[in-house]
């Protein structure tokens, strides 16, 4: 069932034209936390990634980011991206998720919105 999924439904994993292409001429290069795959051809030339579950840009690490745009010559298995103590481990885009932000007084949120605190003057047309 989730290979027809994904045959037929390009925001689930790969297009059948990707498939053909990756299994034709791909060479697997890695394999990230989120269980993405990555292949480039046989040249090195062009580079590309056959996501695990739904298409979402965001869900690439900006190590693997950086290897498909040509920042980086190596991909994260041969030379790991170096990381600051001080910077966050990477989230995908989580809007439209449970996990989404959701601010106080939001209707998302389920909260109670502040009452007005009567800095606010409504203009009032002459």
Known sequence: ?????MLFAWWSGGTDGTLLTTWLYGQFVGRDQYGNRYHQNKSGSRRWVIYNG?????RVPPDWHGWLHRTFNEPPTKAPLRTKSWEKDHLP?????????R????????GER?????????????
């Open 1 to 5: 069932m989730q290979f027809l999924k």
């Open 54 to 58: 739904t298409v979402e840009a965001s």
């Open 93 to 101: 885009n989580l809007s439209g998720t449970p996990y989404a932000y």
């Open 103 to 110: 601010p106080e007084g939001s209707l998302a949120a389920r």
């Open 114 to 126: 502040a009452p007005a605190t009567g800095d606010y003057e409504a203009w009032i047309p002459e």
